[in-house]
């Protein structure tokens, strides 16, 4: 998927996350959040291997999610966009004073929801290109994560491949049935046209046999 972890956090304190995949990705992410500069609103990106945390703080409330590299900034940024509406529309005030996790039950099926959508679905960057590209994208850096968290130590980011294996592969099914059902309606489609135009064929050889339209000398 190429987004693949996503949480929504008040400070440091963590109200909701979802992981679509086996991962470290949880408490790289509480580092990253221990270690954003200042409390102004910012967006911002990590780079880790192959895949980049992206962040964006507003009014306090800090969106970030884990993408794979290929996924560029626009949809990330996009989807961290969204899910920053959808917690305030659904929480308002209730966030300055939730305890950690306070809504992870009921949120991490919309993060859920929202990251297959924003992973898969060719529409969400098709929306987002209507919209245009927001300008705080354009212009984020990408540091390297070990860099920020400044530590000695290497951190690795561990990610379950034999999952993302399975993901991929269940996509490549879908796509594969979409495919074949693509083909099979063609075919359907070409056998009706063929049989009609058999008949057509068919009734004008009958109508000149039978010296016309109505068939006169046949009936």
Not at 12 to 17: G, N, Q
Not at 193 to 212: D, E, K, R, S, T
Request: charged share 25%; glycine share 4%.
């Amino acid at each position: 998927m190429a987004i693949i972890y996503a949480l929504v956090a008040r400070g440091s304190v963590v109200l909701a996350e979802f992981s679509a995949t086996p991962t470290n990705a949880s408490s790289i992410s509480r580092q990253i959040l221990d270690k954003i500069p200042g409390n102004d609103d910012s967006h911002v990106s990590y780079s880790q291997d192959r895949y980049i945390f992206h962040v964006k703080r507003t009014d306090g409330l800090t969106v970030l999610c884990m993408a794979d590299d290929t996924a560029g900034r626009r949809i990330p940024f996009a989807f961290l966009e969204d899910i920053h509406q959808r917690f305030v529309r659904t929480y308002g005030r209730a966030v300055h004073s939730a305890n950690a996790y306070g809504m992870n039950d009921e949120f991490s099926r919309v993060l859920s929801q929202q990251l297959e959508y924003y992973s898969n679905d060719p529409n969400a960057d098709r929306i987002n290109r209507l919209k245009g590209e927001m300008s705080q994208v354009r212009n984020v850096m990408i540091e390297n994560i070990d860099k920020v968290l400044e530590r000695g130590d290497r951190l690795e980011l561990l990610v379950d491949k034999t999952t993302n294996m399975q993901g991929n592969t269940m996509r490549f099914r879908k796509q594969a049935r979409r495919f074949r059902n693509t083909i099979w309606w063609k075919n359907v489609k070409l056998m009706v046209m063929l049989i009609i135009l058999l008949l057509v064929i068919a009734y004008l050889v009958l109508a000149f046999v039978c010296h016309g339209v109505t068939l006169p000398t046949c009936l």
